[in-house]
């Protein structure tokens, strides 16, 4: 299994430069088209996926040279390998489907939070950090595409969507992080939220306050549970 996380990784890093390019969903790939939704974040912020790919191959690599055998390790295989193997078909699927690419976003998001919960606590700057940080991300990442479906099929508003998405992001995220106090994960998340407080600079006001609300709060169950760690 640890092999095959190596190979998966790799599929997963290396699928943009095999497919076609994806930079956020059409306007017009929803019935009522998404003209700079406030759900979406700031461009800049999907940078954050050059470090995650190169964190989760140094992830792999080390696993399968250092850490086979290690309960530890071996425990995120299984749900990592599965979000790993649909994120390297979700691009193509993306270009599609908006609908079926957050179907499998949550997928991925689910295979991703339950690798990093079944983590063990040793390696934290090869095992918690990278699937930290490919969770944290994930949770906003399938919220906004939860927003993006609610506002482009008409189901709500373009501001009551986006509100919706950071709730989500919101639920998904504190507990995880009350149970498992991963700087990886609260950074991803906080980064993430950050870049739609940037989207939102010059409105809607209630989707940034919203947004920095949700910062505070990701801030504050990290900090309390790492003051709880090591106190």
């Known amino acids: 299994m640890a092999y095959l996380i190596v190979l998966l990784a790799l ?3 290396l699928s943009p430069a095999f497919t076609s390019s994806f930079g956020g969903f059409a306007p017009d790939a929803f019935p009522v088209p ?3 939704p406030p759900v979406q974040p700031a461009g800049y912020a999907f940078a954050i996926w050059g470090i995650i790919y190169l964190w989760l191959l140094a992830h792999a690599g080390f696993g399968a040279w250092a850490r086979r055998a290690a309960p530890g390790w071996a425990a995120t295989r299984a749900p990592l390998a599965v ?3 649909v994120g390297a078909v979700w691009i193509p699927v993306a270009n599609a489907s908006p609908l079926w690419a957050a179907a ?6 689910a295979g991703a939070v339950a690798a990093l919960l079944r983590a063990g606590r040793g390696d934290p700057w090869l095992l918690d950090t990278p699937l930290g940080l490919y969770a944290g991300w994930l949770t906003a990442a399938a919220s906004v595409s939860v927003g993006l479906v609610l506002a482009g099929w008409g189901i709500l508003g373009a501001v009551p969507a986006a509100l919706v998405a950071i709730a989500l992001a919101a639920v998904i995220g504190l507990p995880v992080l009350a149970r498992r106090p991963s ?9 993430a939220l950050i870049a739609v407080v940037v989207q939102n600079a010059a409105g809607p ?5 919203a947004a920095m609300a949700a910062i505070a709060a990701v801030a504050a169950v990290m900090l309390r549970r790492r003051a709880v760690a090591t106190g």
């Open 104 to 109: 499998l976003i949550l997928v991925m998001l």
């Open 205 to 209: 006001w209630l989707v940034a306050g």
């Open 11 to 13: 599929a997963f890093a």
């Open 83 to 85: 979000s790993l193997a």
């Open 183 to 191: 700087p990886g994960y609260a950074l991803a998340l906080i980064w």
């Open 34 to 36: 998404q003209t700079d």
